[in-house]
């Protein structure tokens, strides 16, 4: 008994000892905890620091400000960020990592509430060959836009334009895409408004090297101008459960387990509330 209890002593002072001679920097990493393997971004707009909007993935990747980007308290679950016309979030796109990337699928959801019917993008990304590779848009001409596209010469994946683009209410948006079911899907306010089975079986164009920014198009085009909350983007078509719980309930710290035949299931929990 004696014996077990020195080597006992003796792991715990072995272990003390590492933790001790860690940097702050490692320690860090330790703690970093990416809330699930598909969700690229996200941005509950909770926390500003500085000229930077703090993102919540685990993965790191602030939002730069660029213009007049401010926190609200008017936010749809806690607090917001308010655009103002031409403001935008930069992601460094060029050094976003390729395996974070939505390549075989993609979701992109958020609440926004813009203060015109024109046309807004929500977020928008180039890859190097000069593809558009992604449009979540509210529209002048009084839709909601959802597309994706494939490496140039302009390969269209689908392009979703429907549902009622309201003004000076909150409104949720949610475009998913799964390419090995080949459908694309826009909900509004968790209703779905639009599908499109995929015009080609293509991965949708792996890099953001030319810019990726929330709020304003590459091209400084398209400036989204009013309150947005919670986004959230993910490299794989969400279901419309997954849809209407994050909706519902705010996207959660989440809890992933792999069911017996391989799939991934998730559990949300709630990490902001009303």
Known sequence: MQRNRTLTSYLVCLFVIGVL???????????????DP?????F???DFDGGTVLEKSGRGY???INGDV???????IGKAAHFASG???DLDGPNINAEDIPTEGMSLLAWINVESVSDMAIFNARAADGTWLVHPEARGDGNYRWLNRGPNPARTIFDIRA???TAEEWQHYAGTYSREEGLAVLYINGEKVGEEEARLDTPIAGDWDQGARVGYNIDNNRPFTGLMDDLNIWKRGLSETEVKDIMNNGLGAVLTAVEAGGKLTTTWGKLKSN
């Open 44 to 46: 509950d707009y909770e």
């Open 70 to 76: 401010t926190q609200s308290n008017d936010g749809k």
């Open 62 to 64: 602030d939002g730069a």
């Open 21 to 35: 001679c860690m940097s702050t920097t490692e320690i860090q990493d330790v703690s970093a905890q990416i809330l």
């Open 87 to 89: 403001s935008f979030l």
């Open 163 to 165: 549902g009622k683009n």
């Open 38 to 42: 598909d969700l690229v971004l996200y």
